[in-house]
């Protein structure tokens, strides 16, 4: 039987059974949809909880008997699962013939505050408690000096901050201002750091080894806090994805099942005109290919689009979509309609085409 004859009955197919065929790339659509809104939703579902977990501080402490060189902020940078490296330098100096609490900080650092004023370059911020202790206010001039008594570098108050704590109390001013007056040049105290929850201990193993001169610490409530969430969110997701697989898997191999076994006739018929099972069962595979491929650019668009609107009405942001999604999707619609097929087109092409007409099947 030529080829041209099973292009005849493939149009002929086509013609007859839109409405069971356009169910098929629905039903496929459907499930590659699923699949990749899961995928989506648990890639970028991390990285939107990570972002929004950031609200509880730094996870990480580094510490050390004397003074950091600064330069070890510029190596932990440097470091992939290190989100944020937060420096922060702690002194007293003399003010008003007293000693306070003096805090130097990165000028980014300073800008993310919740101040009421601003951050400008070459000012300090003063905590509410301090601020109202010495009945200071937006725009005042703050002379500090060390030891009381000496030549006062001054500063401009430019912003109040609250704070829980020792913090409230305070002064924050730039850390490069606060090391110049403190005579501690590229030093800092303690670094603060954000490390990613997906490889948290891996992270801390690993930064021990590299700086055994320092003792690192986790922040135990927020990181096991952190790793708990996360992972109970992937778990979730995994097991809705794979129930949804297996349901999809079930869906269209009845409806695939269902359309092969309607064409009973039809398969007789190419028999008999001298079609071979392998050229009966290629025109097959050749309408699941077809099916698995628009079923998985539909299904494609439809993970997509609910992915961003699942994160939209969670976190206020669209998420990224990474760009395997498309092989993804493409690679397992065809693996579902061309699986989904197998069975019973092997089944079907073992029968006689007398046994076929004569309905005994």
């Given at each position: 039987m030529r080829y041209r004859t099973l292009f005849f009955f493939t149009g002929k197919a086509i013609k007859e059974r839109l409405q069971r065929i356009f169910l098929m790339v629905f039903a496929v659509s459907l499930s590659v949809g699923l699949l990749i809104s899961m995928i989506i939703l648990s890639k970028g579902m991390r990285e939107r909880l990570s972002e929004e977990l950031k609200a509880y501080g730094a996870n990480a402490l580094i510490t050390s008997p004397d003074y950091i060189n600064e330069e070890i902020v510029?190596?932990?940078?440097g470091i992939n699962a290190i989100d944020e490296v937060l420096p922060e330098l702690y002194g007293r100096a003399?003010?008003?013939?007293v000693y306070i609490n003096v805090i130097g900080m990165?000028?980014?650092?300073?800008?993310r505050m919740r101040v009421t004023g601003e951050v400008q370059k070459g000012s300090v911020l003063a905590g509410s408690r301090l601020a109202k202790a010495g009945e200071l206010k937006t725009g005042h001039e703050i002379g500090l000096s060390i030891p009381c008594g000496s030549e006062e570098m001054k500063f401009k108050l430019s912003g109040i901050f609250e704070k829980v704590g020792s913090e409230?109390?305070?002064l924050i001013m730039e850390l490069k201002e606060l090391q110049k007056l403190l005579g501690l040049e590229n030093k800092v105290s303690i670094i603060m750091l954000r490390v990613n929850p997906a490889v948290f201990e891996l992270t801390m193993e690993n930064l021990k080894k590299e700086f055994p001169e320092l003792e690192i610490k986790p922040v135990r409530q927020i990181a096991l806090s952190e790793e708990s969430l996360l992972k109970k969110i992937e778990f979730l997701l995994f097991?809705?994805?794979?129930?949804?697989?297996?349901a999809s898997v079930i869906?269209?191999?009845g409806?695939?099942?269902a359309t092969i076994f309607e064409r009973l006739t039809d398969i007789a018929l190419m028999k008999t005109m001298g079609a071979t099972n392998r050229q009966i069962q290629a025109f097959f595979i050749v309408e699941a290919i077809i099916t698995g491929l628009l079923g998985s650019l539909g299904g494609h668009l439809l993970g997509t689009a609910s992915a961003e609107l699942i994160a939209l009405s969670a976190f206020q942001r669209a998420v990224a979509v990474p760009l395997f999604s498309i092989p993804l999707a493409i690679s397992s619609g065809l693996m579902l309609s061309v699986a989904s097929a197998i069975a019973p087109i092997m089944r079907i092409t073992a029968y006689?085409?007398?046994?076929?007409?004569?309905g005994e099947i």
């Amino acid at each position: 039987m030529r080829y041209r004859t099973l292009f005849f009955f493939t149009g002929k197919a086509i013609k007859e059974r839109l409405q069971r065929i356009f169910l098929m790339v629905f039903a496929v659509s459907l499930s590659v949809g699923l699949l990749i809104s899961m995928i989506i939703l648990s890639k970028g579902m991390r990285e939107r909880l990570s972002e929004e977990l950031k609200a509880y501080g730094a996870n990480a402490l580094i510490t050390s008997p004397d003074y950091i060189n600064e330069e070890i902020v510029q190596r932990l940078s440097g470091i992939n699962a290190i989100d944020e490296v937060l420096p922060e330098l702690y002194g007293r100096a003399c003010f008003k013939g007293v000693y306070i609490n003096v805090i130097g900080m990165r000028l980014e650092d300073m800008k993310r505050m919740r101040v009421t004023g601003e951050v400008q370059k070459g000012s300090v911020l003063a905590g509410s408690r301090l601020a109202k202790a010495g009945e200071l206010k937006t725009g005042h001039e703050i002379g500090l000096s060390i030891p009381c008594g000496s030549e006062e570098m001054k500063f401009k108050l430019s912003g109040i901050f609250e704070k829980v704590g020792s913090e409230d109390n305070a002064l924050i001013m730039e850390l490069k201002e606060l090391q110049k007056l403190l005579g501690l040049e590229n030093k800092v105290s303690i670094i603060m750091l954000r490390v990613n929850p997906a490889v948290f201990e891996l992270t801390m193993e690993n930064l021990k080894k590299e700086f055994p001169e320092l003792e690192i610490k986790p922040v135990r409530q927020i990181a096991l806090s952190e790793e708990s969430l996360l992972k109970k969110i992937e778990f979730l997701l995994f097991v809705v994805a794979v129930v949804v697989v297996v349901a999809s898997v079930i869906t269209v191999g009845g409806i695939m099942a269902a359309t092969i076994f309607e064409r009973l006739t039809d398969i007789a018929l190419m028999k008999t005109m001298g079609a071979t099972n392998r050229q009966i069962q290629a025109f097959f595979i050749v309408e699941a290919i077809i099916t698995g491929l628009l079923g998985s650019l539909g299904g494609h668009l439809l993970g997509t689009a609910s992915a961003e609107l699942i994160a939209l009405s969670a976190f206020q942001r669209a998420v990224a979509v990474p760009l395997f999604s498309i092989p993804l999707a493409i690679s397992s619609g065809l693996m579902l309609s061309v699986a989904s097929a197998i069975a019973p087109i092997m089944r079907i092409t073992a029968y006689r085409p007398s046994i076929i007409l004569r309905g005994e099947i």
